[in-house]
């Protein structure tokens, strides 16, 4: 199948939605990340709504998608979002923190949703809400793409509140990931509660302090 991603029609919805099936998006934001939560969301859209503001959440300015996360919460038939702390990544793994984000929030939603597009994960042949995986989701579905917003605002927002008691590794700008600021502020102050120490690049930095 062919499939253009500026083409604001998403075929993805369009095509289960003629079923007429209640379509949910499931998206998470800060997998990669060095350091803070992984959040997690899913999102029912009525059928009859489409926008061409709204796409994948790292393709948007900030601006753009605090406008967008407040259009898609107003509108939404139900969505929920949860924070996945970094222990519980650090325990789980961050794909399975996903899986186990996802899960739950497709069982919080008010509305059961009758399926669930996932963005690059597969969910348990078990679960109880019929899935499919979309690679590269966020591209071709406005369920995903609007999920992709509601964690990504979510945790950046967080991320915004830690710069202010972690002010040395740069959050506000790069909301936990890694980058050289990220880097420097490490190896000048070291590792806080926030980082993830399973992560290679934290690991690393601890097996160097502990020589």
């Not at 186990?100 to 690059?120: F, W």
């Not at 995986?133 to 509140?161: C, E």
């Not at 700008?173 to 880097?183: D, I, S």
């Amino acid at each position: 199948m062919s499939v253009q991603s500026d083409n604001f029609g998403w075929i993805f919805d369009q095509q289960f939605r003629k079923d007429n099936l209640i379509i949910a998006g499931s998206d998470e934001a800060g997998r990669g990340a060095w350091a803070g939560p992984l959040v997690v969301a899913s999102v029912i859209l009525p059928s009859s709504f489409s926008s061409s503001l709204i796409k994948d959440s790292k393709k948007m300015t900030i601006q753009q998608r605090e406008k967008q996360f407040k259009v898609i919460k107003k509108v939404a038939i139900a969505y929920s979002i949860v924070v996945i702390d970094t222990r519980m990544v650090e325990k789980l793994n961050p794909k399975q923190a996903s899986i186990y984000g996802m899960q739950s929030t497709l069982l919080d939603l008010k509305v059961q949703p009758t399926l669930a597009l996932i963005d690059g994960e597969q969910l348990p042949h078990d679960f109880s809400i019929k899935t499919q995986k979309i690679i590269k989701g966020d591209n071709f579905s406005l369920s995903i793409a609007a999920a992709s917003i509601l964690a990504k605002v979510t945790r950046d927002h967080i991320m915004y509140q830690y710069h202010s008691q972690y002010p040395d590794y740069n959050f506000l700008h790069n909301v936990g990931y890694g980058t050289k600021a990220h880097l420097q502020g490490l190896m000048t102050n070291g590792v806080t509660n926030l980082h993830r120490r399973t992560y290679k690049p934290i690991k690393d930095l601890l097996a160097i302090k502990t020589k």
